[in-house]
């Protein structure tokens, strides 16, 4: 009586393992064939994303072509503002496209160079102003650089449509898996773009009021500039002076347009970092590395105490500007006073942590950058003229002088008017003070957690 049961219950496991093997089996392959649909989905989206930007790169040569050969203001400022569309969307299309060992590091360095200059001349035009020659050798510079660049992308995309050439991460993928590439395809494609990126032309340097002007890479701290440098030991000092502790150990160096000496102090649930200039040994920043626990004080509290720290560190005539608080932090910044002008470009960030009231965080280095004794002549343009230029559709609750920072970083004097709209909205609106120019219109958020101007 035993084998035949003991047989029954082999024949039913084999049934089973039978049963559960196909499932596995089924299973297997319909997870392949899914998986090899999302890669070849993948593969389409890269192919138009590359489609996408040679057409942007060709939109972009057309539109530099037509700016070159423009004979009156009007039309430059209409084919620069193509300029800047045709540099977007070139922009979206290259943040599509796999990395990895691909880099468009000079592609994507000439999209947003180009894009950024026609965007300032656009604003220089608007203005009233004229390109200079310089202006227009740049554009036509330019113009010649992307039609070579547009002829070798359109180059790559034929061979991408021919089958020529496929993206290597996807063909290796595909191969992985023991499917077919798409007939006639092969790989080479990171090579090629590196060849591309190799034989990049020559960028013109581009000097102007814009975030990746050529100028800037040169820039040197307006504070600190012509002072003496100062040894690593003296650099400790004012480490531990400023913090008013000691025990500190020694980091390193960081190198740039703001060399510094690196310092930090390790406790029991608590890392502090400081750093210090090699010239002029001014502190440039102080972090805490402790999360703060359950706040006990009030941000105005935070602000008063961000204040004092300040003041017994000697920076004066500083004047709180706006302050956040999150996570436990309040964040404070202070702007420069100078015979009643406000310099936003002096600006100096105080965190205080709400749980015990100490400072945790000091960041100077806009103000090291650009602090000095400035010329501030009266406005060329009067407060009436100014206020003129202000929406009618808002209503000016105050005004004061100040000196706000460029794109360019440069800087600005202008007339400052915080404002009102009819739905209770706060906006800061900033007014030229020497061409009567609107330079920018901030957004004013206020809430329990504080100000902030977007």
């Given amino acids: 009586m035993k084998k035949p049961r003991s047989a029954a219950l082999v024949a039913s496991f084999a049934a089973l393992s039978l049963a559960v093997v196909t499932i596995l089996a089924v299973l297997a392959y319909t997870n392949h ?16 994303s590359f489609n996408a930007l040679a057409a942007g790169i060709g939109e972009l040569d057309s539109a530099l072509q037509k700016c070159v050969f ?25 943040g599509a496209l796999p990395r990895g060992d691909i880099e468009f590091t000079r592609t994507s360095g000439f999209i947003s160079r180009t894009g ?40 790559l995309l034929g061979e991408i449509n021919n089958g020529k050439l496929t993206f290597g991460e996807l063909a290796d993928a595909e191969k992985r898996a023991g499917e077919a590439l798409p007939e006639g395809a092969g790989g080479g494609f990171s090579e090629r773009v590196k060849a591309t990126e190799e034989e990049f032309p020559e960028i013109p340097s581009l000097i102007y009021d814009g975030p990746f002007s050529t100028h800037i890479s040169g820039m040197t701290s307006r504070m600190i500039e012509g002072k003496p440098e100062v040894t690593r030991e003296r650099a400790l000092e004012i480490a531990e002076d400023f913090l008013g502790a000691g025990s500190l150990s020694f980091d390193g160096k960081r ?45 105005a509290d935070a602000a008063g105490t961000a204040a004092r720290f300040l003041e017994e560190r000697g920076f004066g005539n500083m004047r709180e500007s706006y302050r956040v608080t999150r996570g436990g932090t309040t964040t404070v910044n202070f702007a420069y006073e100078q015979d009643g002008v406000i310099c936003y470009t002096d600006l100096i960030k105080v965190d205080v942590a709400l749980d015990t009231g100490e400072v945790s965080g000091f960041e100077a280095q806009g103000y ?31 005004r004061s002088l100040a000196v706000i920072p460029t794109d360019g970083k440069n800087e600005a004097f202008c007339h400052e008017f915080k404002c009102e709209a009819s739905d209770g909205r706060r906006y800061i609106v900033y007014i030229d003070a020497e061409t009567g120019r609107e330079e920018r219109v901030l957004i004013l958020i206020e809430d329990e957690n504080g100000s902030l101007a977007l």
Avoid at 138 to 152: D, F, P, Q
Avoid at 370 to 395: F, W
């Fill in 33 to 48: 064939r899914a998986a090899v649909f999302y890669r070849r989905q993948t593969y389409n989206c890269y192919r138009r």
């Fill in 70 to 94: 423009s004979g009156t203001p009007g039309m430059v400022r209409l084919t620069l503002t193509r300029v800047f569309g045709a540099a977007e969307t070139a922009k979206q299309a290259l």
């Fill in 116 to 155: 950024d200059y026609a965007f300032a001349l656009t604003k220089k035009l608007s203005g009233g102003e004229a390109l200079s020659e310089e202006e227009s050798r740049n554009l036509k510079t330019l113009s010649e650089t992307a039609s070579v660049l547009s002829g070798n992308l359109f180059e």
């Fill in 255 to 299: 190198a740039g347009n703001l060399p510094v000496y690196r310092f930090s102090r390790r406790t029991s649930g608590d890392a502090v970092s400081i750093e210090v200039s090699e010239t002029g040994g001014a502190v440039v920043n102080m972090y805490s590395a402790r999360i703060p626990g359950d706040a006990s004080e009030e941000s």
């Fill in 368 to 398: 090291i950058m650009h602090h000095r004794a400035r010329e501030l002549p009266p406005p060329q343009v009067s407060e009436e003229e100014a206020r003129g230029k202000v929406s009618k559709e808002l209503k000016i609750l105050s």
